[in-house]
């Protein structure tokens, strides 16, 4: 099976999931998928199918190459123009990762097709469905220990961000991190559980100071 054979059966798989979106465009009125609300479920399904995806950003063109891990040779590529962003009270390095974050979620978006809003959205009645957040999968994959062990990070990140520590912050995820790899455990796992427990807006901030630091590098 091909990469793009793959690529459509890995959508099947995800629109069959009923994933909830979590954003909310309140001056259009609709809801759409935060980054976070699906990136754990497609990840998995693409884990199932032995897909992997690498998005990287060049100076006009932002990057997804989607490989049959079976056929590495068998790949699909979706690619987007970079774009710029001028977020107020933000310095460049900030708006730069508000650039990589939404572009992220664009290619994501392209890759599985996601349909954010239409018609079907606004129509469809009050039947009872099975929902599924972003972050079940990983929470899932994590014992009780782990899973507190999240939440005790998420929480002290919250704590030092609202005192305007934002590198404490960055320091207290980098620490976790570190930790669970030291002990054996999955960072990308744990990272992508413990940015399920974020809001947008921590995340974005998180984003941007982890931009800045390899950009310092």
């Known amino acids: 099976m091909s990469a793009l054979k793959k690529l459509n059966e890995a959508r099947k798989m995800f629109h069959a999931a009923k994933i909830a979106k979590t954003g909310n465009n309140k001056f259009a009125g609709y809801q759409y998928f935060e980054l976070g609300d699906f990136l754990v479920p497609a990840l998995q399904i693409f884990e199932s199918l032995n897909l992997s995806a690498v998005v990287s950003f060049g100076v006009e063109i932002a990057t997804m190459t989607i490989t049959d891990l079976d056929m590495e040779s068998s790949q699909f590529v979706i690619t987007s123009p970079m774009s710029t962003a001028a977020l107020k009270a933000c310095h460049e390095v900030q708006n730069l990762g508000a650039v990589q974050t939404y572009l992220r979620r664009y290619l994501w978006v392209a890759a599985l097709e996601i349909v954010e809003h239409d018609a079907i959205d606004s129509s ?41 520590d934002e590198y404490a912050a960055l320091e207290e995820m980098q620490t976790a991190i570190a930790s669970v790899s030291r002990g054996g455990g999955d960072p990308q796992m744990f990272k992508v559980a413990l940015w399920g427990a974020l809001d947008s807006k921590t995340r974005g901030t998180l984003e941007s100071l982890e931009a800045s630091e390899r950009q310092a590098a």
Do not use: H, N
């Open 124 to 164: 469809e009645g009050a039947t009872p469905r099975t929902t599924i957040k972003g972050t079940d999968g990983a929470m899932g994959s994590l014992t009780d220990k782990q899973r507190t062990f999240v939440a005790k990070v998420a929480a002290a990140i919250c704590t030092k961000l609202g005192k305007g």
